[in-house]
């Protein structure tokens, strides 16, 4: 589904979709032992198995519960989404930056001076507006799957809340807050950051919405209060970027005060955020970018211009660092891509709309935000800002553009692209560390009503016996053996991925089993205590595929400390890997694992290649021997 066909505009009620089936008990657990089985010793595998035979049996705990699950189907659009909601996001106490926000990065762009880069932003602020305008008119056109199980209509939510969330912290757990209810009679207003001060720009006056020439005038104007020393505030900002936990924390005492109240509201309401960022002094490389999207630098570059909780930041960097922050809970990256490339194409592609903007309004200057400190929120700014430049330091990132080749060579050669860059991804690991272990790769259900993503466990049987052939230092593998098994590897992956997308992957499953034993108050099964299910659940690797068609790139963090983030965009000939580890972590580093997924797939092209030779040599060999020549020559 990743690169999304454009068919004729539908209202987004004329379509109803699916609803995501629960898949059969016993194929839950057949398939969860096949995935452990390899990943797991010996020992304790068995005493795995035999913890899911007895939930698995008749009568067992787990009919019990796929009963309950089967009926949940039934009252619900959706019966794992909430559940899958708090479990991936809202649960979680990391801080957003790094640990869940992805980030779209785009190609470094050339402003000549500070006015041009308000000019770019004002353009993609108009760019914004025209996408929400398309999207408040329900006039978005539907997206159809592309690549594997082709051309059936997805769910469009997601995308009813990119300009309408906002994720709350809370002590215990986060609350995702959506405004479906687009006739809201509030001015509709964006939230600017500038040297770590929040302005107001309304975006609407006298109910009509600013043009460009106008939005570039609020800017300035926000540019030049920022920069009155004066009046500035503490950079309030860099408390979102904190443990939920801690920020939830913080947000109880900054509430205590009106003032505070209210700019937290004037935040919380906003479509987006725009975040005017001070150049960093660092060499716009792709690495580089991609960190300071990720985190804004710490403390002392932008990582205070910024606030975690709203779903979209788009941020204009001086020097031309720009990109897109997105709080993942509402959506996921390929609706993120939908959104950042319209915005693109409308800065590339519309004439500037300055020249024509007759009527320039004379319009009341952007409010800034005001913020009531007191000795208690001091030091949660600076103990804050100290665990921000932790994550900073620790942040291990390769930015890799692959060049031999892309999506077409793998093509060629009858694979899946994904499955290959997949078994690619495995072989690099296995190459660093000499195992394989719980991947994750996301993939798409949005076949289904509510639909957002499942788990392909990537890391195969199948997968792990190609690597081992591959790297045997005793070369006792056969190029033809090889080759078979990086078609068994390459099958397997497929096979899982169609049943992802079909809604019969296991995580799903196995997470709203768990739950429904939790909503019966029941002791937790012994099958979610085991060893082998909380290993499972750390994904060491997780990857994703977010494809671009536009010239930029998405990357995030790892998910465990242990991990790597390995995010791709497959292009026609080359391949761009976002490569991401800590530095605090040994096991691990970015550089290593890229250059052994380098080597793996050069090994895996040329392996393709020298089996295409033989088959051809054959090929002609036989026709030479088994064919009469037809000429007396
Ligand atoms: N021989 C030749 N071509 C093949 C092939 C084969 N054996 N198998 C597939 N292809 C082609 C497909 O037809 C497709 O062609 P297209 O580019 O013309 O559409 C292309 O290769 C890509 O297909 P494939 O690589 O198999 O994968 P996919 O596009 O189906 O993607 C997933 C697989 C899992 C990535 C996708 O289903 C998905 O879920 N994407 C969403 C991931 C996501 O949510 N990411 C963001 C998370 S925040």
Sequence with gaps: MPILKKEMSRDRDSQVLPKVPVPPLKQTLDTYLKCVQHLTNEEQF????????????????????????????????????????????????????????????????????????????????????????????????????????????????????????????????????????????????IIVACKNQFFVLDVVANSKQLNETEILSQLEKIMKMAGN????????????????????????ALTKDQTN???????????????????????????????????????????ANRWYDKSLQFVVGLDGVCGVVCEHSPFEGIVLVQCSEFVMKYITGSPCKMAGATSVRELPAPRRLLWKCNPHLHGLLAVSGDRLQRLVNNLDMDVFKFKVYGKEFIKSQKMSPDAFIQVALQLGFYKCSGRLVSTYESASIRRFQEGRVDNIRSATPEALAFVKSMTDERATFADSEKLKRLRDAINAQTNYTIAAITGMAIDNHLLGLLRTAKELNMEKPEIFCDETYVASNQFILSTSQVPTTVEMFCCYGPVVPNGYGACYNPQSDHIIFCV????????????????????????????????????TKLAEGSQGTGQPHKSGK
């Design 46 to 189: 068995k005493k795995t198995k035999a913890i899911v035979e007895k939930f698995g049996a008749p009568g067992g705990v787990g009919e019990v519960l796929q009963k309950k699950l089967l009926q949940r189907r039934e009252k619900t659009a959706n019966w794992v989404s909430d559940y899958w909601l708090e479990d991936m996001y809202l649960n979680n106490r990391l801080a957003l930056p790094v640990n869940s926000s992805p980030v779209m990065v785009f190609p470094k762009q050339t402003f000549r001076d500070h006015k041009d880069a308000l000019r770019f932003a004002a353009r993609l602020i108009r760019g914004v507006l025209d996408y929400k305008a398309l999207i408040d008119a329900r006039a978005l056109p539907v997206d159809f799957a592309r690549g594997q199980l082709a051309g059936t209509p997805l769910c469009m939510e997601q995308y009813y809340r990119l300009f309408t969330s906002y994720r709350y912290p809370g002590l215990k757990t986060d609350t995702l807050k959506v405004h479906m209810n687009g006739a809201s009679s509030e001015p509709e207003h």
């Design 229 to 252: 020393a004066e009046e500035r505030l503490p950079p309030f900002g860099i408390l979102t970027s904190d443990g939920r936990t801690e920020w939830a924390q913080a947000r109880e």
């Design 261 to 303: 109240r209210d700019s937290l509201a004037l935040i919380e309401s906003c479509l987006c955020v725009v975040c005017l960022d001070e150049p960093s002094g660092l060499e716009p490389r792709d690495t580089t970018r991609a960190l300071l999207m990720l985190h804004g630098g710490g403390r002392e570059k932008n990582g």
């Design 580 to 615: 991401s580890s800590f530095w605090e972590n040994t096991e691990t580093s970015s550089a290593v694992f890229v250059k052994a997924l380098n080597e793996g797939l050069l090994e895996i092209r040329d392996l393709c290649n020298r089996s295409s030779a033989a088959a």
